[in-house]
């Protein structure tokens, strides 16, 4: 079952010249992100630009998210990944979808108006209230961490 999201579209392009996001197979995580953009954008290495994504959602509930992230084959083969690593996306965010995209590689990558540049994923949350203690009940790992229980 399929959780309904508002969508608005912000560019006319998307949802004619380019279809909207829609998950590429049934068992699907993610649906790719175009870049809406006017013309082919050239990002000289280590450049990263914000790149529209042509329309905006409300999600409009708090145990839920969105989270922006990179596709495997641009990030992997083309060395284009996020400006932020990942993005996400309130649930009480009303304006428009943004990618930042990074050019990590050492050559420059053109990007064509509506390529297909992310991934958007939806995600349950959990807000936390902290309740305040003094000490905790004793755990297995303790304060051990960052690379404490070694590598084999
Ligand atoms: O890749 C992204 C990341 C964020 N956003 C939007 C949705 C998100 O809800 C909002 C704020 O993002 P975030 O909280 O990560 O950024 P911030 O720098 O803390 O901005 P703010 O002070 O507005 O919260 O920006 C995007 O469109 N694309
Ligand atoms: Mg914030």
Known sequence: MKTPIEL????PRLGSEWPLPEYATPGSAGMDLR???DAPLVL???QSELVPTGMAIHIGD????ATI???SGLGHKRGIVLGNLVGLIDSDYQGPLMCSLWNRSNQSVTIEPGER?????FLPVVQAAFTQVAS???S???EGGFGHSGTQ
């Open 44 to 46: 000289e290495p280590g």
């Open 140 to 142: 297995e790992r303790g």
């Open 69 to 71: 992230l990179p596709r």
């Open 8 to 11: 608005k579209i912000l560019d």
């Open 136 to 138: 905790f009940d004793a």
């Open 35 to 37: 870049a809406v953009i």
């Open 62 to 65: 708090a145990s839920l998210a």
């Open 117 to 121: 540049v992310a991934q958007l994923v």
